[in-house]
């Protein structure tokens, strides 16, 4: 009890005058606006309203990763990033990485001791893995800043750091997300997540020629190299590169998101370019501002689509009570304790920016993050949407406590 006085004293006195129930309030009112979003969107497609039926909600999903979710990031990185920032913060990606990966060792032991239904394995794992490091964490940021009385000093300032380095972060989640989350989430040989018989093996058949896992995205060429010894240069060259691209499967790497990212760390970096696109009085910015009104109705758009996936309510999911619970735990307990030994380490290591209270915060809220968002669209656009959206609404449940706990401790280690 004596360590728990002296907790909660060190915030309140070191942090800026916030008090506990000012830093539960701050981690408490994202998540209220995550599910008073989600709640529309499960009105929206209950059978009162019927206005966001299955087919439209996959519809409004791949309208937000081909265009609005790539405003977004466009928008927020490229005003963000200089090529001096983007090698001071090297570290913000391979935490993102590292959280990605531990969290996935972390799903992998949950899941073997566990083991949920055929053909959820993978599913445990990736629900347990990927972390909200970009919509949560910037509404979060933004409360905090709010407060004139806000342990990071200037409000501007705070606000401005914090959506820098979180939106920096967000670049190498979309690649993980259309990579890593993409496979993962794939089809059973069965062809859809809707089995009935869950006596199936843990892991599933065999597959066969014909499973949905080895359908490549982009069709192989076996011959793509040019071998006439006539053939110039450029033509050996174009067609090498055409190999490569159909070889490593670029098409399916290289996403919107993606592509967008690459774009804004590009223009950010040159001056001249960023001068010409990203400041207020660019004689382009009425790209970027395009770019920012678009991406500004990307959460909303995908709270309402998760929010819809719940009209059958939030126990139609097949996981069970003892996987569901397993994976809210992992999520936001293991995860976390682990995210905390990442980031003491690298400080320990001299990688992170001497002084920067901000970053190590970020860094932090990283790991201790619900569910991502994200990963559950992606699910849904696997197949698995009503699953995952059943995991998200009790995540987020429970994250309210988990957040207020964890940015509690957080801020007695920076202050």
Not at 128 to 150: E, H, K, M, T, Y
Request: net charge neutral; with cysteine.
């Amino acid at each position: 009890m004596d360590s728990v006085r002296i907790l909660l004293s060190a915030v309140e006195n070191q942090a800026g005058g916030e008090s506990v129930l000012a830093s539960i309030k701050i981690a408490v009112l994202p998540i209220a606006k995550v599910f008073t979003m989600c709640f529309l969107g499960f009105l929206m497609a209950s059978k009162y309203f019927n206005i966001l039926p299955a087919n439209g909600r996959k519809l409004l999903n791949g309208l937000v990763f081909t265009l609005l979710l790539p405003c977004l990031i466009f928008s927020q990185l490229g005003q963000a990033v200089t090529l001096q920032k983007m090698l001071d913060w090297w570290f913000i990606p391979v935490n993102v990485v590292l959280g990605s990966i531990s969290g996935s060792l972390i799903g992998l032991v949950v899941a073997s001791i566990v083991r949920p239904p055929y053909p959820f394995f993978k599913f445990t794992i990736i629900e347990i893995g990927i972390g909200n490091i970009g919509n949560v964490p910037l509404v979060l940021i933004a409360a905090l800043c709010r407060d004139q009385s806000n342990p990071f000093g200037d409000p501007e300032k705070c606000s401005t750091d914090g959506t820098a380095y979180i939106s920096f972060g967000q670049w190498v989640g979309a690649i993980i997300l259309y990579t890593y989350v993409f496979n993962m989430l794939a089809p059973p040989p069965e062809g859809t997540f809707d089995i009935d018989n869950e006596s199936l093996p843990l892991k599933g058949a065999p597959k066969g020629d014909d499973s949905p896992e080895q359908v490549p995205l982009l069709t192989e060429k076996k011959e793509v190299i040019s071998t006439d010894p006539n053939a110039s240069w450029t033509q050996k060259i174009k067609d090498f590169l055409v190999y490569l691209y159909e070889k490593l499967k670029l098409k399916q790497i290289l996403q919107p998101p993606i592509i967008a990212s690459i774009l804004a760390m590009g223009f950010g970096a040159v001056p001249f370019l960023k001068g010409l696109i990203f400041t207020a009085d660019a004689p382009l910015f009425f790209f970027t501002d395009s770019c920012m009104i678009l991406g500004e109705a990307m959460i909303p758009c995908i709270l309402l689509a998760l929010g819809g996936n719940l009209v059958d309510g939030p126990g139609s999911s097949k996981l069970g009570l003892r996987t569901t619970a397993a994976i809210i735990f992992a999520r936001l307990v293991l995860v976390p304790s682990a995210g905390i030994g990442i980031v003491m380490l690298a400080d320990k290591l001299g990688f992170l920016p001497p002084d920067d209270k901000m970053f190590r915060f970020v860094l932090l809220l990283q790991h201790s993050m619900p569910t991502s968002v994200l990963a559950g669209a992606v699910a849904s656009l696997r197949g698995c949407g009503r699953d995952a959206a059943a995991v998200l609404f009790w995540v987020h449940i429970f994250a309210i406590f988990s957040m207020a706990g964890w940015i509690i401790l957080f801020l007695s280690i920076l202050f």
